[in-house]
């Protein structure tokens, strides 16, 4: 996993052989919230990215305070090194690896590939649901240098700041608003933003989800003008799409300056009086 920029991947053969491994948390965060009870990677901890990792009232994720009670009561502290994965090619596990960078926990690693993959080389699965004592979870000040709002993104359309759609083509161009299966949590308007280069999400993977090569990945930003500048920020419909393209191009290709902007469609084709283009 050297070739990319930092050393944040680890792959199912790796988590195999750290089961059982106290310095390690393992956590399975999935799109479909009844895999988990299911079977998981075995002492894999279980987070519902609705009812645990989002506020109950306001759309935002929850506060310090609460993430660190939260991830305390579940025996992850701030000494663990922290593995995630989940269904859906990661897009949650992508997602809460965003969010915990953004809280500051140094010690992240995302599995490379989905609970597909680990499934399909028959590795271990279990459906204990694993009891760890409390511990110490210390979330920090958000990061604002990696989370973009409303306000800095309307800014960007007008200073040529690269911004990348990675919905589908459906979606950017406005043919769809929403995907199939999503429309609950839809906008009220299709399109996308002014200036916004397409790069669907699933280009920056292979077929059983793991990451592609660093040199493909340069060529697929690069082709589209990504990488010829910052700051870069990536949306989609809720965020987590988008997170998925911020690891990689954070975290994999080492951008520095590129920020998820998580209201992404569903705040910006609900505003009023912002700009939207359609194709």
Known sequence: MSAYAKDVLVDTEWVERHLGDPSIRIVEVDENRSLYNEAHIPGAIGLDWQSDLQDRVRRDFLGPAELSALLGSRGISDDHTIVLYGDRNNWFAACTYWYLKYYGHADLKLL??????????????SSDIPVYPPATFTAKPGDESIRARRDEVLAAVDTGARIVDVRSPQEFSGEIVTAAGYEHGGALRGGHIPGAASVPWGQAVKEDGSFKSREDLEAI???KGILTGDPI?????IGERSAHTWFVLHELLGRDDVKNYDGSWTEWGSLVDVPVERT
């Open 233 to 237: 920020i990536a949306y989609c419909r």
């Open 112 to 125: 490379d590939g989905p609970r597909e993959k680990w499934i399909g080389e028959r590795r271990p699965m």
């Open 221 to 223: 930003y690069g082709a």
